[in-house]
């Protein structure tokens, strides 16, 4: 389980089945982006790594943010020195990620992207967009090339995904 403490603090703990260990700190920041909506997980990788991602403000806009992984092999005592998955470094909203193991120990980051997408501008058109993104990590943080997933996505709702053998199953709520 994750969450985060305040504004500044992205904290887990782990249950056993029937006792969960103390909360640790995954990452402590000034420059969280903590939203109700837009919230830090921490999943599980086949071979008992942790994987977490969390989102970090980029630039001073409300809504400009990067996307932040990290990884534990010690049941989140210690983190890896994050990383970002996605190759666009604009001062636009990334987020809304979903994080997906996959048997080799790595897994896929599956996120919202908004290098294409500008709120502001009255151009409603097919290029003003939301994007559909994702990443494949190894165990040892190193990233595959990124795929653009779908184009035109809701600007504001959670991805969701679950692993099949045929292949991942990928869905962004839209209200």
Known sequence: MSWTEGNNAVRMALFDGTYWTEAR??????????????FPSVVGLSDGTLAAHWLELNGPGSYQ?????????????????????????????HGFVSL??????GLTALWLDGRAYDNQAADDSYENAMQVRARRIAPD???????????????????????KEAGNIIAVECH
């Open 25 to 38: 700190t995954i990452h402590q920041s000034e420059t969280l982006f903590v939203n109700w909506a837009d």
């Open 65 to 93: 943010y990067d996307v932040k992984i990290a990884f534990s092999f010690d049941e989140g005592l210690n983190w890896t020195t994050p990383i970002i998955p996605h190759d666009d470094r604009s001062k636009r909203e």
């Open 100 to 105: 997906i193991p996959d048997d080799s120990a």
């Open 141 to 163: 943080g190193s990233m595959g090339p990124e795929s653009l997933l779908d184009p035109r996505a809701c600007t504001c709702c959670q991805t969701s995904a679950v692993r």
